[in-house]
């Protein structure tokens, strides 16, 4: 481990940061600076501000006033409670199948349609070609979530354009929660630049065209973000209600838990009990390439949010690091059948992606770990009791196992 990364001196993260972070002269980081705005700014003012600036976008007898994608886990319910029961807008539902469904996902989706009485629009492309996808990135890139967040994140401006529905509405900006990349008062929007750039790690689908694969244009038209003069002509804008709203996504789970019956569950790999629980490989094999690659996984993440709302310390937060990062990745076998390769080969592939900053191979398949959490124990960061964290997280919901079946919308499930 390189003794020049730093370490936040109030939360965790590391000068490492894959979205870029910076430090100020006391050691604090950029993420923990711009955090400090959520004490201090007016959000009544603020929320204000967004009624105004959503008045044009009210749909003068059409049907929808705007766009909202969603999933069956992390911020979806409290995104569409805002913008139908404060906000008083019409939405219309989009959501992209990333195949890897689970139950509990699937059960928070059909709620949130009929609690919220919303139309939805579900994306289904085509299987074979995002298996072969999935794929590529993987063995390229050490990625199997480039083709669900390149959907994800096209597919709602292809229904803006196609129905005339400018407005688009997201929850919170990953850069701004995380490392602080942006003030809330700058109020950035989304753009085509942001997902290339630090959603998709600057991969976009031109880049899957090789000469090592046989990928086609068609391949990825639904994958391809619409043209700037596209977007452009009909004005669509994507706003983040994090810039207009005190976000905090514990509390808010919390209150759809109470008030709508959203469904919770644990996690292996974190303490948070909310966070992509629609998804069998993100808090697992993701997850676990993310550690490899970046030194950290993300109950790290997690856990640098609860430091900043100041309900862990900086010490409660490395031992909950410590004791969920290296915990079993489960459900490999189901993603090895669902691609159609096998645990050996797969292993094989991941371990091409180890960051020799974080990993040392002492042996053949036998590596020793230096990452972010080596570091702050390095510097004799002190451990203590976790023993109340678990009263933040609610669980609604006892189980989500996945079973050996794929779930997928509309078709039922493969054996």
Request: with cysteine.
């Amino acid at each position: 481990m390189k003794s020049n990364i730093k370490i936040c001196k109030k939360c965790l993260y590391p000068s490492t940061h894959p979205f870029g972070i910076t430090f100020d002269q006391n050691g604090v980081c950029s993420g923990c600076i711009v955090h400090e705005e959520k004490n201090t700014l007016d959000w009544k003012f603020r929320l204000e501000k967004l009624k105004k600036i959503l008045k044009r976008y009210r749909s003068k007898g059409k049907n929808y006033d705007c766009i909202i994608p969603i999933s069956g886990g992390s911020d979806s319910y409290f995104i569409v409670h805002v913008v139908k029961n404060i906000l008083k807008l019409s939405p219309l539902l989009v959501c992209h199948n990333k195949y890897f469904n689970t139950q509990i996902g699937i059960n928070n989706l059909a709620n949130l349609r009929i609690k919220f009485d919303c139309d939805i629009l579900f994306q289904n492309i085509n299987l074979n070609i995002t298996k072969k996808i999935t794929k590529y990135t993987l063995m390229e890139f050490g990625n199997i979530y480039w083709p669900i967040i390149a959907a994800q994140k096209s597919f709602p401006v292809k229904v803006a354009l196609k129905y005339k529905i400018p407005l688009i509405i997201w929850g919170a900006h990953q850069g701004i929660e995380q490392t602080g990349m942006f003030s809330h008062m700058h109020e950035i929007e989304m753009t085509k630049r942001y997902r290339e750039d630090h959603d998709l790690f600057g991969v976009n689908e031109n880049n899957l065209i090789s000469l090592d694969n046989d990928f086609k244009n068609d391949d990825l038209e639904q994958f391809r973000y619409p043209s700037f003069e596209d977007i452009k002509s009909l004005g669509v804008r994507g706003i983040y209600l994090g810039n207009y709203i005190r976000w905090d996504s514990v509390s808010q789970h919390k209150l759809m838990i109470k008030t709508y019956g959203y469904k919770s569950t644990s996690l292996s790999r974190t303490f948070d009990t909310y966070d992509h629980i629609d998804c069998f490989n993100y808090m697992n094999l993701h997850d676990h390439l993310k550690i490899l690659k970046h030194g950290y996984s993300k109950v790290l993440d997690h856990a640098c949010r609860e430091i900043r709302y100041k309900r862990i310390t900086r010490e409660q937060a490395l031992v909950l690091v410590e004791k969920y990062q290296f915990n079993r990745v489960e459900n490999l076998g189901l993603f090895c059948e669902w691609l159609s390769i096998n645990l050996k080969s797969l292993n094989f592939v991941v371990n091409r992606f180890r960051n020799k900053l974080f990993w040392n191979e002492i042996d053949i398949d036998k590596w020793k770990f230096n990452g972010i959490s080596y570091l702050l124990k390095r510097d004799k960061l002190k451990k203590s009791s976790i023993r109340s964290i678990s009263k933040n997280f609610i669980k609604n919901y006892a189980q989500n196992k996945c079973g050996n079946k794929y779930i997928y919308f509309g078709k039922g499930f493969e054996e």
